[in-house]
């Protein structure tokens, strides 16, 4: 059973910053592209910043300048950092991975979603 576990959310002054990690745990053979995502109430999930598993990264235009993604491979873990928060990056922050199964003659690829982790943005 794969489990991402986000943490680092909480309450942050506008201009303030925040650091989420993602650990990806259990019976994979590889973790391809990362992301974070995030929602508000009412409203779609939408994407924030990818990362493939060689380091390239991708970013919504609403995160450019402010966030940035980078990986721990070897520590199976995804982080986003943020900085100068404002007060529409309040939000539930998912995390979302795809990972890579193999077996005897099988391949598959399956995402997967963390439980999320807020950041509330208030002054």
């Known amino acids: 059973q794969v489990q991402l576990v986000e943490s680092g959310g909480g309450l942050v002054q506008p201009g303030g910053s925040l650091r989420l990690s993602c650990v990806a745990s259990g019976n994979f053979f590889s973790i391809n592209d990362m992301r974070w995502y995030r929602q508000v109430p009412g409203k779609q999930r939408e994407l924030v910043a990818a990362?493939?598993?060689?380091?390239?990264?991708d970013y919504a235009d609403p995160a450019k300048g402010r966030f940035t993604i980078s990986r721990d491979n070897a520590k199976n873990t995804v982080f986003l950092q943020m900085n100068s928060l404002k007060l529409e990056d309040t939000a539930v922050y998912y995390c979302?991975?795809?990972?890579?199964?193999?077996?005897?003659?099988?391949?598959?690829?399956?995402?997967?979603w963390g439980q999320g982790t807020q950041v509330t943005v208030s002054s």
């Open positions: 990362i493939t598993s060689g380091g390239s990264t």
């Open positions: 979302n991975a795809d990972f890579s199964y193999y077996g005897t003659g099988w391949y598959y690829t399956e995402d997967h």
